[in-house]
């Protein structure tokens, strides 16, 4: 899910209009959040997304249709504007009820993926991602995204060590 200034207009009302039914008629709907959400730090840049609440919250879903079960925080842009930005993002999903995994506020909740139950089918929504675009996690929080270098070069340089430990 990527979102653009449009989104506030009058026909952000449509946004989910012709796929509605699809996305979220399944029995579990699931989504990327591929951006940062930081009220305070606004980036919309060809490699660099953080956007207010605002712009985030029409991308969850909407009261016609349904909302997302669970959205994947784990790719290249939640680390955009860093801590605030993952906190953000996190806070937000939190507050809707959406399930999340991939970035993490703590360095305990790395651990806490959901597991939820699909009519009687437990399914661990696990998320990774290889890359944060070279910006760096802060220093203080290295557990702040998911990240495993899947498309290392060589093999000392890639660590699947977290996925073992979440499976």
Not at 128 to 133: A, C, G, R
Request: aromatic share 12%.
């Amino acid at each position: 899910l990527m979102t653009r200034p449009d989104l506030l207009n009058d026909e952000s009302k449509d946004l989910w209009a012709e796929v509605g039914d699809f996305v979220f008629g399944g029995d579990l709907a699931l989504g990327n959040l591929e951006f940062a959400v930081n009220d305070d730090w606004f980036i919309l840049k060809p490699i660099r997304f953080s956007v207010p609440r605002t712009w985030a919250t029409p991308l969850l879903g909407d009261e016609r249709f349904g909302y997302f079960d669970y959205l994947s925080l784990a790719n290249n842009h939640i680390n955009d504007t860093f801590r605030a930005g993952i906190t953000g993002a996190c806070d937000l999903l939190d507050e809707r009820g959406v399930h999340h995994s991939g970035a993490n506020r703590t360095a305990e909740e790395q651990d806490e993926f959901p597991i939820v139950d699909v009519k009687g089918l437990r399914v661990a929504l696990l998320a990774y991602t290889f890359s944060t675009n070279a910006v760096p996690l802060d220093d203080d929080m290295p557990w702040g995204v998911n990240v495993i270098r899947f498309n290392a070069f060589r093999d000392e340089d890639f660590d699947d060590s977290l996925i073992r430990r979440h499976i």
